[in-house]
């Protein structure tokens, strides 16, 4: 079924998500700690609900908005919390760019686990060239990569719940 929005319901819907993202981007700064550069990333379910309810410019703008919003309610904007995860975004938006909806049978699970993987290498990377310049923190890398795996397949199932809901309560405008 092939169903067309008006142009101010997209709009609406990108700021709600990206609201969305942004209330989970400061819930997660409240939750205690699991470890260095370890979040769950609930507001990239928001991402890749853009991505799959919407369209590419969508996903974008929510995880800019993202981004931008959660670093300034936070007060972290240009702080190494801010490149980092600006960092992070960067490459999970390239990913969904470059793979999404480009691999046969990848959904919303797949697509939340690779842009998981993306978001972790760049800010494992950044970090290395911007605040420590040790080669042992790739050493952790991996065990970094397994945390993502795992928080990415989590909120691919979390995306996936959303998008049918919205699909079943989608009005039909054409």
Not at 6 to 16: A, E, F, K, M, S
Not at 60 to 78: H, K, N, P, Q, T
Not at 82 to 102: E, H, P, Q
């Amino acid at each position: 079924m092939n169903v067309t929005i008006t142009p101010l319901r997209r709009d609406l819907l990108i700021g709600y998500l990206a609201v969305a993202a942004v209330a989970a981007h400061m819930l997660e700064a409240t939750l205690p700690g699991l470890g260095p550069w370890f979040k769950p990333g609930l507001a990239n379910v928001f991402t890749v609900v853009a991505f799959y309810h919407l369209d590419r410019s969508a996903a974008i703008w929510v995880a800019v908005i993202r981004v931008l919003g959660g670093s300034l309610a936070m007060g972290v904007f240009l702080t190494p919390t801010f490149f980092l995860s600006s960092a992070g975004m960067l490459a999970a938006v390239l990913v969904m760019l470059i793979l999404g909806g480009r691999i046969p049978g990848m959904g919303p699970v797949g697509l939340s686990i690779l842009m998981a993987l993306a978001h972790m290498s760049a800010q494992v990377g950044a970090a290395h060239l911007l605040f420590i310049q040790h080669t042992g923190l790739f050493t952790l890398l991996p065990w970094f990569l397994i945390g993502a795996w795992l928080t990415g397949w989590i909120n691919g199932v979390l995306a996936h719940g959303l998008l049918e809901h919205l699909n079943r309560h989608r009005i039909e405008t054409s």
